[in-house]
């Protein structure tokens, strides 16, 4: 059984190192031209994932990723995360903000020690907030002040949950009242009469934007914080009685007969 559990942590951890390289746009080549080895020798390690302790190391450094960092990119490669929080772990998270604020930029990868040097946070108020954040089952603290998350990064925020609702209270304002015409901005606004059918199309391509939205968070958790940069996308699709710009014509006219 012991065997078994090593040769399945092998193949996370190739695995891991496989989309690392794939993310960095580096091939077997490159690294073999690094590391000063045959092309050969690189494949061969892969294929039969027989690396060093030290090999993995050159590897880690080449690609700018920590060992820690490999772990945890391994770990979250295995099946059966879950990617939907219960209602009690939701309405915690929404009752201590430190608690949402952390396990958000944990579940973007960032660590411990990054969170206290951004952000300011000092550890008598972080190291509790993680310490609660276990006990929920969200993720496991490892010597060092390490985080293994204990959930899939691209956890999906239920309909009607606390969190939804948090976000429609305290986000959704803030959130619209920035500045769009910035650069790497996106604003786009439609307006128009469609059936059924296409609403139903429509929400499933919205539906399938936002699971892609939150794979790619995911998978780019692990990039350094130099090639990232944070970025937010709201979709809101809803039935309308009359066009925004008819509805202020129709209430002036009503507003004129009632002087009539």
Known sequence: MRAERLHSQSVYLVEALKRALKDRG???????????????????????????????????????LSFLDLAKLAEEGRPNAPDVLGDAQEQALVDEPILLFTYHLLLNGWTVARIEADYKVDQALLIPALVKLERMGLIHLLPGNAVRLMTARNIKWRPGGPIRRFFDQRVKEEFLARDFSSSGSVWEFEIGEVSEASRALLARRIANLFREARDLIAHDAALPPQLKTNVGLLIASTPIPLPLIARDIVESLERHAQKS
């Open 26 to 64: 580096m091939t077997y080549a490159d690294v073999a031209a690094a590391l000063g080895v045959s092309h050969a020798s690189i494949k061969r390690i892969f294929a039969q994932r027989s690396f060093s302790l030290e090999r993995i190391e050159q590897i880690c450094e080449l690609i700018g």
